[in-house]
């Protein structure tokens, strides 16, 4: 039984969705699943526009068939080659033998790469090139980076859409809804988006901003992503937080306050900070134990807030192995521009703050507060006007 959805009067939705995959890419939790997106174009000619991850093979190829019925399939358009929407290449292939692959040559060596049996049914394009199908004209654009060296974006100027790739994409399955006007994105989807950005192509912000420019030249009525939502109105409300995202601004002034406790007493400190900050007026702050939160859901959350405080036990005269992890994280992703306060906990030799600050200094553009404060065990009595100091140091920053 195939389950599509119109887009546009001839352009299909035909992807999917996964709710068994527990780990995206193996790594990333992925609760609410995720939909693999692809489109199919019924003009003179008939356009596949990416496929989709080997788990919905069997789907897509229903939903394929259902949509063409007696017609032949023509084209197959590639924008990015990862597996989770390139594994079905070689099936479409083998059962529409005639489609003329189009992609750029970087992602024809990934096909080959990979061991695809695709014939020499190929035509390699690049920036700028354009191709016709009938009543629709598609231009292609290098998306370098975002988030692999082959990505491009596609983009049909007959009806203003933007075949994205994976840019503008989100975790999180599609429940009937396809369009960004059928659900409360903000309510439901953003935390999604921007973890599904902030660990997948954060480390590419300037990347995204250069495509960010190409796009702003275009005309564009639809972004259709290889995951989640299909967007057709709010463009502004996207393009800011992929703006903000990829120059690494905050979106919001507040604190995350990531502990590391092993019995309890330096989340207690991290409680305490948390409590002067809310009476002295800084209510938006979200605390997370770092050795039961994914990092992923640390990444997205530093990339949200203007301030990160890391309160952290000694482990090994070392910094807790899952603290230094989430921080090594940061690094890789590239994560800048923000203000760090660190309260070190060590019951013989107090080594975290240290350490933990000498590798957000290796990182760009990051402010580290000088009132740093250390506790001996648990925090006590005397140490109330050193976690004063912290809580002022972070309230007087943010003005
Ligand atoms: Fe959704 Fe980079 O693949």
Redesign the pocket.
Known sequence: MYCVRNITEDLYWIGGNDRRLALFENVHPIPRGVSYNSYLLLDEKTVLFDTVDWSICRQFLENIKGVLGERKLDYMVIN?M?P??AACIEEIVLRYPKVKIVCTEKALLFMHQFGFDIGDNVIQVKEGDTMSFGKHNVAFVAAPMV??PEAMVTYDATNGVLFSA?AF?SFGALDGKLFNDEVDFDRDWLDDARRYYTN?VGKYGPHVQALLKKAAGLEIKYICP??GPVWRNDFGYLLDKYDKWSRYEPEEKGVLIVYASMYGNTEAAANDLATRLVKKGVTKVSMYDVSSTHVSYLISEAFKYSHVVLVSVTYNLKIYPPMHNFIMDMKALNLQKRTFALVENGSWAPQSAKLMGELIEEMKDMTILESEMTITSAMAEKDEDSMEAVTDSIVDSMK
């Open positions: 990015h990862e989770d929407h988030h692999w994976d994409g997948i290889l995951h």
